[in-house]
């Protein structure tokens, strides 16, 4: 097994550094080499995706990601910022499918801010289309008007390929759940997502024991907040998906539990926590590395074909939370409060 390790930015580094910890403690036979993305790819390159670090992604089998983005490149022009190497990576690898679970875990219910009985048992896996819609669509920019103004452009489109790659990964992935999709749109307004309405449907034909719902975005979003369990799997393009999954994540207590992966067409996959680089927490030794270790769990599951060792890492980071450690972000009155690096310890000798 290639693994391409690509820490990034911010908290990037450390929380990458546990993921490696608790796959090396599983002695497989896994080969690691690291790579430089982000702004971390812009220090030493001059290019948030230098060429080096993308061939190494292509040459790999799985992908293993920190975060990207730092406020000190925010002033850099819109192609060499941290982002870009990001959304970068994700097109060149044709990683469509974004796997984003949320789930409860029971110790962790009081430290969500909705009260315990509307998240416990929470279990709900969001799919999300990750290399089109609004984030890839042309035209864009920003461009200066005849009267002197300036205009800001995006363009929100999605091919009826694009639409039914996404949604078969959800109705596959459903079949093997509850039976239950609920895709979300906003076919009221947009015609994308109303074209997006129309192919869901066409592919159900194909799975006649799943229960097809649909649901604006508005109403998804207090949906998710309001009863969030009525949730099995949810569909929905990119850039619906990229503001759902971090809503969701507040369900299951902290955005430092949610784990992601985004899968290619023959499940080659990049992990990485759903959240971001979060800069003001780097180098403290706070941030929580649950999501970025669930993702490596990720990486046994789909791209490895190793559910046992998945599991393995699963109910290690459970058996962790319940002898009480907890990072600052899940720390409740009378749990043990622990730093980034003491969480890994905690979870790799829970294995
Ligand atoms: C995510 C992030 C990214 C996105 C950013 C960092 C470009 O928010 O993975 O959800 O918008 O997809
Ligand atoms: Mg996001």
């Avoid at 690291?34 to 390159?45: C, K, L, Q, T």
């Avoid at 990485?272 to 927490?281: F, I, K, T």
Wanted: some cysteine; charged content about 25%; glycine content about 8%.
């Amino acid at each position: 097994m290639k693994i391409a390790v690509l820490p990034g930015d911010g908290i990037g580094p450390e929380i990458v550094a546990q993921a490696v910890k608790v796959l090396n403690a599983l002695n497989l036979e896994i080969s690691m080499t690291e790579a430089p993305i982000g702004g971390a790819g812009y220090e030493v390159a001059g290019d948030p995706l230098p060429d080096a670090t993308l061939q190494l992604a292509k040459d790999a089998d799985a992908v293993l990601l920190g975060a990207v983005g730092d406020w000190k490149y925010d002033k850099l022009e819109r192609h060499l910022r941290p982002e870009r190497g990001l959304l970068r990576i994700r097109k060149e690898l044709n990683l469509f499918a974004n796997l984003r679970p949320a789930l409860l875990y029971p110790e962790l219910a009081s430290a969500s801010t909705l009260k315990p009985e509307v998240v416990s048992g929470l279990d709900i896996m969001i799919v999300r289309e990750l290399t089109g819609d609004i984030y890839f669509g042309q035209p864009r920019g920003i461009s200066t008007l005849e009267n002197g103004e300036r205009e800001g452009v995006n363009t929100m489109r999605y091919n009826e390929s694009e639409i039914r790659r996404i949604g078969r990964v959800a109705f596959d992935i459903a079949m093997k759940r509850n039976k239950k999709v609920c895709s979300v749109d906003k076919a009221n307004v947009l015609e994308a997502t109303e074209l997006w309405r129309q192919v869901m449907i066409e592919l159900s034909a194909e799975y006649p024991e799943v229960e097809l719902s649909h649901m604006y975005v508005d109403n998804a979003a207090m949906q998710l907040i309001r009863a969030p369990k009525q949730f099995d799997v949810m569909v929905t393009g990119n850039i619906f998906g990229d503001i759902l999954s971090d809503e969701a994540s507040m369900l299951t207590g902290s955005i430092g539990m949610l784990p992601s992966a985004s899968l290619d067409a023959n499940n080659k996959g990049m992990y990485e926590p759903s959240h971001g680089s979060a800069p003001d927490l780097a180098g403290k030794n706070v941030a929580n590395p649950l999501a970025t270790i669930l993702s490596a769990a990720m990486m046994l599951r789909y791209t490895f074909n190793d559910e046992a060792n998945a599991q393995r890492i699963e109910s290690a980071v459970k058996k962790a939370l319940a002898l009480g450690f907890r990072t600052p972000d899940i720390w409740t009155e009378g749990t043990n409060k622990v730093g980034c690096a003491e969480m890994g310890d905690a979870v790799v000798a829970s294995l």
